[in-house]
């Protein structure tokens, strides 16, 4: 099992930036990737970014790209999300999770999932 623990919430006003941090826990050694989904208010939750642990290749959702940073601190086993220019669209619950099994944006190439953390961006 793996537990992932996210913090870094908010709220923030549009243009402004946020890091949201992932700490993974448990059976992590065979950690293939780590990324971020959200899910916003009466929306389908959508796949944000990606990192493949050992590589560091990192894979973002067109709508975040240039904007949204993910990083890895390998010997903390935690995973982050820098967010900057952040816009009203960009309210959502962020979520973190984790693969053993291969990288991809749709949520069921994760095995472990985080509670949640909310972002709430205002105009």
């Known amino acids: 099992q793996v537990q992932l623990v996210e913090s870094g919430g908010g709220w923030v006003q549009s243009g402004g930036s946020l890091q949201l941090s992932c700490a993974a826990s448990?059976?992590?050694?065979?950690?293939?990737?780590m990324g971020w989904f959200r899910q916003g208010p009466e929306k389908e939750r959508e796949f944000v970014a990606l990192i493949i642990w050992n590589e560091g290749t990192r894979y973002y959702a067109h709508s975040v790209e240039g904007r949204f940073i993910i990083d890895k601190d390998n010997a903390k086993n935690t995973v982050y999300l820098q967010m900057n220019d952040l816009k009203p669209e960009d309210t959502a619950v962020y979520y973190c999770t984790q693969t053993n099994r291969r990288a991809g944006t749709r949520a069921d190439d994760y095995d472990y999932w985080g509670k949640g953390t909310l972002v709430t961006v205002s105009s």
């Open positions: 448990g059976r992590t050694a065979s950690t293939y990737a």
